[in-house]
T-cell receptor, first 112, second 114 residues
């Protein structure tokens, strides 16, 4: 069974640009969550999608947005990039969430 | 709010030593508890879980027991290997409107020397 696939693995962008990250969950998993991981802040929850609807949102500015498609694939977008957005962005999927999440390998975003 | 506190790392051990990584939690209800492991350059992997008090989760020689009276879920392994070197995250989930968003601890880095 294929795992959670995130693309691209690495990305370098310039301040002010925007970026779109992609996540393909495990087949049959309808819940997709996104996290930002940095050495200073640890793992911070961005948002969760379930059946194409945003079900929960973390405490991030409106520059961070996401969506989920009918096949459960999800994308997150960050507009007007700032240096502080440099991080590892992790996607996780679950059937119900209560039994735990399966994470992808992440997208390492560097903003210069 | 709900929170998870882990011991600060790094934890440095020799191969075959006994491992304990402490984790305590604060929650308004009855959470499920998890340990995740992150190897360098990878995402998190679910290591083990426990869903109710006194449950013991175990996997790959690692164990953790859900202790409601002390609100703890300490991770243990009897004999660590170099390949166990990684960052370990304790997490809790509580149901909220059908959602189970995990709350993670800050992570504890484990370094095992040959």
């Amino acid at each position: 069974k294929a795992g959670v696939t995130q693309t691209p693995r690495y990305l370098i962008k310039t301040r002010g640009q925007q970026v779109t990250l992609s996540c393909s969950p495990i087949s049959g998993h309808r819940s997709v969550s996104w996290y930002q991981q940095t050495p200073g802040q640890g793992l911070q929850f961005l948002f969760e999608y379930f059946s194409e609807t945003q079900r929960n949102k973390g405490n991030f500015p409106g520059r961070f947005s996401g969506r989920q498609f009918s096949n459960s694939r999800s994308e997150m977008n960050v507009s007007t990039l700032e240096l502080g957005d440099s991080a590892l962005y992790l996607c996780a999927s679950s059937q119900t969430g209560g039994s735990g999440y399966t994470f992808g390998s992440g997208t390492r975003l560097t903003v210069v | 709010g709900d929170s998870v506190t882990q011991m600060e790392g790094p934890v440095t051990l020799s191969e075959e030593a006994f491992l304990t990584i402490n984790c305590t939690y604060t929650a308004t209800g009855y959470p499920s508890l998890f340990w995740y492991v992150q190897y360098p350059g990878e995402g998190l992997q679910l290591l083990l879980k426990a869903t109710k008090a006194d449950d013991k989760g175990s996997n790959k020689g690692f164990e953790a027991t859900y202790r409601k009276e002390t609100t703890s879920f300490h991770l243990e392994k009897g004999s660590v290997q170099v390949s166990d070197s990684a960052v370990y995250f304790c997490a809790l989930t509580l149901a909220s409107g059908g959602s189970y968003i995990p709350t993670f601890g800050r992570g504890t880095s484990l370094i095992v020397h040959p």
